[in-house]
């Protein structure tokens, strides 16, 4: 039935962009000989998808080996961007679409699934990650201070990232950090070593628990840093931290739950300290993720349970909180660098990577991890390029109701009102 309405003939496909080539389930090739990108389709299924712009279906397909995809992948990422049918960021705004998504948010976000959805995309193996982050396993948008220099390396730009987020902290030595979803341990130790706080990190990740807590270990920082297997909704109010980061965390917190999030960091940060939260943002207004099936793809395959807020929603619910937003940056081109820069290490390491994942869980589950890897990278980084998605730096201050304390009269924390000092 679906190779009757699909015919391979050439005058019922899409237009094919000149650097794109499809080889059809009986074997007839359409588009250029030399085509940077070449897509072989085993299943007419496959082939209705491609029809119909299904793009996140597509990327299925590859990933159970049902198409196979030839071609660099930064090729394969402008062949996606000539090939979708319109703009991935534009969602359904019906007035009871906000409801459904509000419903299917707060089931999705108990701690007990968080913590399972975590595990699920952290824990595929140590070892794996280690083959394409920096090595201090930096899993978050670097900062390249002279983005257009081709030379900057992707270590010295996450180390440029840390003491970023540390410099706009003002962090001092003795006070207290906490890391909200610490990942492997690079901001908490770079804090630790570099400005002397005495510093705690959580996360949900097991491996990435053992992994820090061996760090701190070999490192003999035992006695001012710690790092605890616990959600953010269960650490106590009643000792506050001077300073708190949250890094790519709270992509998993959820709509309905991020006013309460954000309450939660107002309780555990001490009147008059600060908060730098850095995460993707949403493109669009009211999209809660990218469409084309590119969103249905990740939450799939890479993130389960993840949701992305516009800046102005995020701002919105900082601000329920009573939380004050004294600094906001975007660093959405530094994504997209930094995501290219992981999809180019994984490229070159395609071998080490499956043997790495197989040890793991068996050469099929290797394979499809893989595939699926692949495909966030790159396409991850183009839709930070397009602008689909975006990465914002929220620096805030719970105010003190204090308004002789601070540096200036009437900043109730310790934010001096002044972009100079976050710049060396």
Known sequence: MIRHLVSDTPSHMPSLPADVALQLPQGKQLGAANALVKLSFSKWSSIARFKAGQIGALAEDYVEGKLQIEGAMRDVMRAVTKLLPGNPVESDTRWWSGWLHLAKSLSAHTPTKDAAQVQFHYDVSDAFYALWLDPRRVYSCAYYPDIGNASLTLASAQEAKLDHICRKLMLQPGERLLDIGAGWGALLLWAAEHYGVDATGITLSKNQRAHVQKLIDEKGLGKRVRIELRDYRDMP???????????????????????????????????????????????????????????????????????????????????????EMVDTENLRPHYARTLWDWSDALETRLDEARQVLAADGGPERAEKTLRAYRLYLAGSAMSFEQGWLSLHQFLAARPSSNVRAGRVKGAQSVYPFNRSYMYP
């Open 237 to 323: 109010d009643d000792c506050p931290f001077d300073k708190i980061s949250s890094v790519g965390m709270f992509e998993h917190v959820g709509r309905a739950n991020m006013t309460a999030y954000f309450e939660k960091i107002w309780h555990l940060l001490a009147p008059g300290g600060l908060v730098m939260n850095h995460g993707i943002t949403a493109g669009g207004l009211e999209n809660r993720q990218l469409g084309a099936g590119m969103g249905d793809f990740i939450e799939k395959y890479i993130f389960p349970g993840g949701e992305l807020l516009h800046v102005s929603a995020v701002l919105e619910h900082l601000s329920r909180s009573g939380l």
